[in-house]
């Protein structure tokens, strides 16, 4: 078959770049400006400049700010979600893939780290958030008692019972809190990979007392290598 100019044959479709719908390029850029400013410094118009659309389009989609908020946090529960199932086919003594589990949640905290930075304020903007994060937080806490029940069978960490239930709770508290604390105590109001890699290793020195030789050694690599 003859090609036709531009190197095209006959009968061949054009490809076309598909633009994300409306919905999608509001969530994008909302999420980009709350990271970067804050929730509560954010304002519908400056999110719709952002968009290039008018305000009463950005109405139609989403109402309200605590509804973007609540749209934002059901994204971050789905990632969440995905990354606890990739943790649930860890398979034997991979320490490896442990603190590489680790490291990813700390992965996902920076691409939602305003639900973490802006805790106190987000509760004032979206009082509807607060049922989602408990739901999150004791399914999170089953989840995480469920790989810790799987790295104790392989040998790789080893807690008594008493100090188990303490070790999953300081856990839960940093690796939720820090972000806050850095705000509340150092004054740090942008966070950087700087910071990420610092509350890393805040929950991984409440781990480390208790992992096997092999799991501290797997644990220091992941933590020796910088968070971009």
């Known amino acids: 078959m003859a090609a036709s100019k531009g190197g095209k044959r006959k009968g061949e479709k054009k490809e076309v770049a598909v633009r994300p719908d409306t919905r999608e390029r509001i969530l994008v850029s909302t999420l980009s400006l709350f990271n970067q400013k804050g929730p509560e410094a ?34 971050f529960e789905a990632d969440a979600l995905v990354l606890v199932r990739q943790a649930d086919c860890v398979e034997g003594a991979d320490s490896k ?24 304020g987000l509760l004032a903007i979206a009082p509807g958030l607060r049922g989602p994060i408990l739901m999150v937080s004791a399914g999170m806490r089953v989840s995480v008692d ?59 020195s409440l781990l480390r007392p208790y992992l096997s030789p092999q799991a501290r050694v797997d644990l220091e690599k992941m933590l020796a290598e910088p968070f971009a």
């Open 42 to 75: 954010v304002t519908t118009a400056e999110i719709a400049k952002a968009v290039r659309i008018n305000q009463g389009n950005l109405y139609y989609h989403f109402r309200t700010k605590e509804s973007l908020v609540l749209a934002l946090f059901s994204r």
């Open 97 to 120: 893939a442990y603190a590489g589990f680790l490291r990813e949640w700390f992965s996902l905290i920076w691409t939602h780290r305003f639900l973490f930075r802006d805790i106190p």
């Open 146 to 204: 469920a790989i810790f029940q799987r790295m104790e069978e392989a040998g790789l960490i080893s807690a008594a019972a008493e100090e188990r239930n303490a070790l999953m709770t300081n856990m839960r508290i940093v690796a939720t809190y820090w972000a806050v604390y850095l705000g509340l105590q150092e004054g740090v109001g942008e966070l950087t990979p700087q910071h990420m890699h610092w509350g890393l290793g805040q929950v991984a």
